[in-house]
């Protein structure tokens, strides 16, 4: 298993010589299992860049795209997804459960005119679009659960399964909602547990997320917090804030780890960045 980052922002792109070595494109990932299944998680600002990737390394594109939730820095990027346009592409994509045919709904609403030139319909007829079905998804050689994250509107973490190894996609969480949570802290931590590799939203500090409250986001610290509790092996920071800067966020990452350090020695602290892949 294979992931690469592609869009670690959130909210919206944040492109600057301040923000270069993290990088400003909002939520994309990429999943690669062993026997080449292609999965993209999000398809915020990253998913352009990896759209051109992909023209570029293969003739035709067979993958399957799985959104998290429907605010703006998750779907932006769509219309610019190359890949999509292309006859003899095959790209199917899973969102979160609503009424018949929501996914394709929702998506198409950021497609029509005043905002954009063409239709969804149009443009992007290599495209097939579901709901996700309840329990789980088999994926090529992986599997795929999700549970609901604590985030305005439905909002779905994945937990990836391949060959014994690991991976979590859990954006756009408040792990202490100021209100009843959709989803208990048990039920995280059981869905978290003993991954090799945990991405959780961490785009605020403690002292941030105050005046926060109810946005759906949680903090350096208590991602942390949640990583060790899981028994994960390594945790990665995600979601930064448009305003932080590269150095904000090497801060928050040296705060992380040292926490880290004095509660659990073993787990691995990094922090999102555009271009980097981890390999399982």
Not at 228 to 241: A, P, T
Request: contains cysteine; charged residues 25%.
């Amino acid at each position: 298993m294979r992931i690469v980052f592609w869009g670690v922002r959130g909210s919206i792109p944040s492109p600057g010589k301040d923000t270069v070595f993290y990088g400003g494109n909002t939520p994309c990932l990429q999943v690669v299992l062993d026997d080449g299944t292609d999965v993209i998680l999000d398809a915020g600002s990253g998913i352009r860049e990896l759209g051109r990737q992909m023209m570029e390394r293969r003739h035709k594109t067979d993958a399957f795209l799985l959104f998290s939730h429907y605010h703006w820095d998750h779907i932006q990027g769509l219309p610019f997804f190359t890949p999509g346009y292309i006859k003899g592409n095959k790209v199917r994509a899973y969102g979160v459960p609503g009424p018949a045919s929501f996914v394709l709904q929702v998506l198409s609403r950021q497609m029509e005119q005043p905002f954009f030139p063409v239709s969804l319909n149009n443009t992007f007829p290599m495209l097939d679009f579901y709901d996700l079905p309840g329990g789980h998804l088999d994926l090529g050689s992986g599997r795929v659960n999700y549970l609901r994250t604590n985030h305005p509107d439905f909002c779905a973490t994945y937990r990836f399964e391949e060959k014994g190894r690991s991976f979590v996609y859990f954006t756009d969480n408040e792990l202490f909602p100021p209100d009843k949570p959709q989803t208990l802290r048990s039920e995280m931590v059981a869905f978290c547990r003993d991954a090799d590799v945990l991405v959780h939203d961490s785009q605020y500090t403690r002292e941030e997320i105050g005046r926060k409250l109810g946005w759906g986001h949680s903090t350096n610290l208590d991602s942390v917090d949640l990583a060790i509790e899981s028994g994960v092996k390594k945790l990665v920071l995600f979601h930064h804030d448009p305003t932080r800067t590269d150095a904000g966020v090497d801060a928050m990452l040296a705060e992380a780890r040292i926490y880290a350090a004095a509660r659990s020695p073993a787990l691995e602290v990094e922090a999102a960045r555009e271009y980097t892949e981890i390999i399982l």
